[in-house]
């Protein structure tokens, strides 16, 4: 049967070419669309990620629900001699943040302000890869504010510049100082720049108030991968049913459910491209099928059953299927090879798409040889069942009225 269906391709050469031809094109439209699908998923993640969300955050239960001093966590340093003993963490943070007014003489904003170990922040986010004007802070910064661009272009400050700060303590009293701005960060989030300022934890733990207390501890671990497992090893750790212990996907389930809804209609889309070149390879091989029911009547007249048939087709489009996956396949890898390390850039998408998340021009791809392989695989599963109209069409004719057919 291999070696029949092998002449039948040869034969049936414009019915070969276009098979090969849909399928060589389906398969490299395939592979770089979930590509470039599943690149620009990831980038939005770690982008996110990169910014200021770590991978795991211990909390107060309640804190993020209802927030307030009540909910801070009261002992820090109980809590980080216990993330010590964890392997899995890369570097781990106290994070103090509050709500207050910013104003000069003239404007007024409302902030986040939050205290902070720079050098820890350092390995932790990009706040410091984000500076655009001044410095970052440091431990003996004082009373430095390293504010957003965007909070910073709505009080019509600039460097050296002094805002006044005023909130509340962590014991509930009133806190009120001047801080001088010593740094502007940009992340490309522009909610996040609009709204949040930062203060070294050395001296906005005096202001607050705040020693050894924090709003919640952020960690970042050696693989991001590890963040189920790592999570449940500090809950048991913890052992404390008053904190609770959240991974990203929690804290930032909005973008999660967003890009598991892009996915969907992003799959949706690419099946009706899939259904209409099923379609096309299906017809195209019922043409060809039509084309030779005297064929196949003479082949079962002389002892071929239908078995043997429906190998026959099996090796036409497996052979056909192998030849044009084994071009499209290693050119689609390199192509998503190449992209994921020099993503595509378009200018100006961060700031068109800024209210949705995007924060970076470039377009990075995925490269992943299992996502390729099951990518291949589908494409493969297609071809394979595109012969069964056909086969049972074959098989609607008797043996002696196939070889009468004209």
Request: some cysteine.
């Amino acid at each position: 049967m291999f070696k029949l269906a092998f002449k039948n391709i040869l034969f049936y050469k414009g019915r070969s070419i276009a098979t090969a031809v849909l399928t060589f094109v389906s398969t490299m439209l395939f592979i770089l669309y979930i590509s470039l699908q599943d690149g620009s998923h990831n980038s939005m993640l770690e982008n996110s990620l990169k910014i200021y969300t770590g991978a795991i955050e211990i909390y107060r239960k309640d804190y993020r629900d209802i927030g307030g001093n009540e909910y801070l966590i009261q002992d820090v340093k109980a809590i980080t001699d216990k993330l010590e003993k964890i392997d899995a963490i890369e570097e781990y943070s106290p994070r103090y943040e509050t709500y207050g007014l910013l104003s000069n003489k003239e404007y007024s904003a409302a902030s986040m302000v939050a205290g902070i170990e720079p050098n820890k922040e350092k390995l932790l986010s990009s706040l410091e890869s984000a500076l655009i004007e001044g410095s970052f802070l440091d431990e003996g910064s004082a009373n430095c504010i390293y504010m957003g661009a965007e909070l910073l272009k709505k009080l019509k400050l600039g460097i050296g510049d002094e805002v006044a700060f005023i909130g509340s303590a962590s014991d509930g009293s009133f806190a009120a100082d001047m801080l001088r701005v010593c740094g502007v960060f940009k992340t490309g989030s522009f909610e996040f720049d609009s709204s949040t300022s930062f203060v070294a934890r050395s001296y906005f733990d005096e202001l607050m108030n705040a020693k050894n207390r924090a709003s919640y501890i952020t960690l970042k671990l050696k693989n991001i991968e590890d963040a189920q497992r790592v999570n449940e090893q500090i809950t048991s750790m913890l052992d404390d049913e008053n904190l609770e212990s959240l991974t990203w996907k929690t804290l930032m389930k909005s973008m999660v459910e967003i890009m598991e809804i892009d996915s969907v209609f992003g799959y949706i889309s690419l099946s009706l491209f899939m259904v209409v070149i099923f379609f096309v390879i299906m017809i195209y091989g019922f043409v060809n099928v039509s084309s030779r029911i005297k064929e196949f009547g003479v082949l079962r007249c002389i002892g071929l059953s239908k078995r043997d048939v429906f190998l026959l087709l099996f090796y036409e489009i497996a052979l056909l299927s192998i030849f044009a996956t084994l071009f499209a396949t290693p050119i689609s890898a390199y192509i998503c090879y190449y992209y994921n390390i020099n993503p595509i850039v378009i200018d100006g998408i961060a700031d068109m798409y800024k209210d949705y998340g995007i924060v970076s021009d470039e377009i990075p791809f995925d490269y992943n040889l299992f996502t390729i392989a099951w990518n291949v695989g589908v494409i493969y599963l297609l071809n394979f069942l595109s012969i069964l109209y056909p086969y049972m069409y074959i098989n609607s004719f008797r043996p002696i009225e196939a070889t009468r057919h004209v």
